[in-house]
């Protein structure tokens, strides 16, 4: 049986999907299992990141483990605490969800939030993976409430370019890693296939609605105010403008093989994301 921790996120639900469509027994976890919708045959256990005694249940009769903890500035150990749990069930494999850049000097706090994680995992004598997705296609969802209102969707990233990676990719290279031992021992980048702008995602579902998207760019010297305005928590603005002026600056702009290789098939890009949920994007 394979544990999905955070299965009701966006990775997670995804993962979970495609490992029920292939036969395969799994544990998901959540918070509030009233509110998660598993599907059928599903072994649903409540985990709650606050209460790390409930890792040692989710994780009993466990052969792989996909770890999705939520590292951050106010972080309390959960992915070390969750490495902990696995251990002591006699979980064989891990496989940790981390983040594109982490160890880099150049993305300070956010650069270093995943590093005590994979370093638990590193450290922990069970097989492991480690997955460094870069910035989701889904992320665009945060435009629809701007396009539904007629307002142009912000851009807080300027001219710098990056490959948007679809969360069903990193979703299939997490099932293959927790089912194959060959993956064992690597550090994999998960990117889309190629590089582009906000401008150019924004054009790009624009062809795909057959309508226009307005676009308003949001100067560095701004950003701060105009995310504070729109009600996100201090950690989080300065979190996300360490990592906005990272890809400003180029920095973001790399195009790995890693999800074709193990994959067997080319990378999904932002059109093919955009295309297969364009409904969601659709005016009520």
């Known amino acids: 049986m394979i544990l999905i921790t955070g299965a009701t996120g966006t990775i997670g639900s995804n993962l979970l999907r495609h490992l029920v469509a292939d036969g395969v027994a799994v544990r998901a976890t959540a918070r509030d299992l009233a509110t998660a919708d598993f599907p059928a045959g599903v072994d649903a256990v409540r985990v709650d990141y606050r209460e790390p005694d409930t890792f040692a249940a989710a994780m009993t009769g466990i052969e792989a483990a996909f770890l999705n903890g939520v590292p951050g500035p106010d972080d309390t150990g959960v992915d070390a605490a969750l490495v902990a749990a696995a251990r002591a069930a006699g979980v064989r494999r891990v496989v940790k969800l981390s983040a594109i850049g982490t160890g880099d000097p150049r993305l300070a706090g956010p650069g270093s939030w995943h590093v005590p994680g994979e370093d638990a ?153 955009a295309a297969d949920h364009r409904s969601a994007f659709a005016h009520p």
């Open 121 to 273: 995992v590193r450290a922990s004598g069970l097989e492991w993976t480690i997955l460094r997705p870069n910035t989701f296609a889904s992320n665009t969802f945060s435009w629809i409430e701007p396009m539904r209102n007629g307002h142009p969707v912000p851009n807080l990233t300027g001219d710098g370019r990056q490959a948007v990676v679809d969360p069903r990719d990193v979703a299939e290279v997490a099932a293959a890693a927790l089912r194959d031992p060959a993956h064992h021992g690597r550090t994999y980048t998960l990117t889309g296939p190629t590089l582009q702008t906000t401008r150019d995602q924004a054009a790009e579902l624009a062809e795909i609605l057959g309508r226009p998207i307005a676009v308003t760019d949001i100067a560095a010297a701004d950003a701060r105010a105009f995310m504070t305005a729109a009600g996100l928590p201090p950690a989080f603005v300065e979190g996300s403008l360490i990592g906005q002026n990272f890809i400003r600056d180029g920095h973001n702009a790399v195009v790995t093989t890693d999800v074709d290789e193990i994959l067997g098939r080319v990378s999904r890009s932002y059109a093919e994301w």
